[in-house]
């Protein structure tokens, strides 16, 4: 069994956070692992509060992972400070962990800052030095590269940016996007740009859908599955996620984790 661990938020709604990553990993058939970062008060409405762990107690969440289990592939999402993001990339690096996907989660859909404005230099100076894959949506991609990203040509070009800072690959996601019939992922390696093209579905109900989305790259990484392979297996994994709705809460509604898998029985059948 492989194992993944994910550094991120709690979601007390269930739909994002280390909740969405741990279901993900679940339905990938990986063994889920976690180091909390903080504890968020969250529903589909927004969130209602944060309260963030010191960089100690993450740091010793990551060494209980490390002194015994060990694992193959790591996902971080929600740090909320620099101080946090130092103490991550150290343990990374202490334990020589590799198969890194950073999401690099700034603000929540409703609005709410998940990351402090200082914390982004920290994770371009000592997280994607050491990462795999970042997965930045559009307005995390514009932060991370002082862009504006309007059209294929401008995301190729915030793509390239994202390299220049050290890590190996970049997926620029496409939930953001203002096309309104599709939501393409755009993957580059340093060498080769690959689109992942799919439909837009027409929902408020996409709480998660970049938590899902990493988790998802990183469970297949740890299966030692290449990083276009792996990304092809996220994007359908939400893709049926978001289809699927389920319709809870009164908001931005959360995906369907089980839907990925269900698809898979039905057209075995
Ligand atoms: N309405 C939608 N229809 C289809 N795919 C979507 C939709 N919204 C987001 N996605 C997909 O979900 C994943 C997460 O994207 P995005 O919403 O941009 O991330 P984030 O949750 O970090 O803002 C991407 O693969 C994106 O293409
Ligand atoms: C704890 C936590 N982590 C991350 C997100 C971002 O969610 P999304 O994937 O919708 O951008 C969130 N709302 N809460």
């Known amino acids: 069994m492989r194992k993944v661990l994910t550094i991120a938020g709690s979601d007390s709604g269930g739909g994002a956070g280390i909740q969405a990553d741990i279901k993900t990993f679940q339905e990938l058939e990986v063994f889920g692992m976690s180091a909390i970062t903080a504890i968020t008060a969250q529903n589909t409405l927004g969130v209602q509060a944060v309260f963030p762990l010191t ?17 193959d592939a790591i996902k971080t999402g929600m740090l909320f400070n ?3 993001i130092q103490a991550v990339s150290g343990k990374i690096k202490q334990y020589g962990w590799t198969n890194v996907v950073v999401d ?10 998940l990351l402090k ?13 050491i990462s795999t894959i970042v997965t930045p949506n559009i307005p995390e991609a514009e932060e991370l590269t002082s862009m504006k990203i309007e059209s294929l040509e401008d995301k190729k070009e915030a793509a390239r940016r994202l390299i220049d800072l050290g890590v190996k690959n970049a997926v620029i996601k496409g939930g953001h996007d203002t096309d309104p019939l599709k939501s393409n992922d755009l993957l580059y390696d340093g060498v080769n740009f690959i689109i992942f093209e799919s439909d837009r579905i027409q929902t408020k109900n996409t709480h ?4 899902t989305f990493s988790a998802a790259i990183a469970a297949e990484l740890s299966k030692g599955i290449q ?43």
Request: glycine share 12%; charged share 25%.
């Open 82 to 84: 620099g101080e946090i």
């Open 55 to 71: 960089p100690d107690a993450v740091a010793e969440q990551m060494d209980s992972i490390g002194t015994d289990m060990g694992t």
């Open 208 to 211: 998660g859908t970049g938590c």
């Open 227 to 269: 990083i276009e392979k792996a990304v092809k297996t996220a994007k359908d994994f939400i893709q049926a996620a978001i289809e699927d709705q389920l319709y809870i809460g009164l908001g931005h509604g959360p995906t369907n984790h089980g839907a990925y898998r269900k698809s898979l029985r039905e057209t075995r059948i």
């Open 117 to 129: 404005l200082d914390a982004i230099s920290a994770l371009k100076k000592y997280l994607l030095p």
């Open 104 to 113: 690099p989660v700034m603000i929540a859909k409703g609005g709410a800052s």
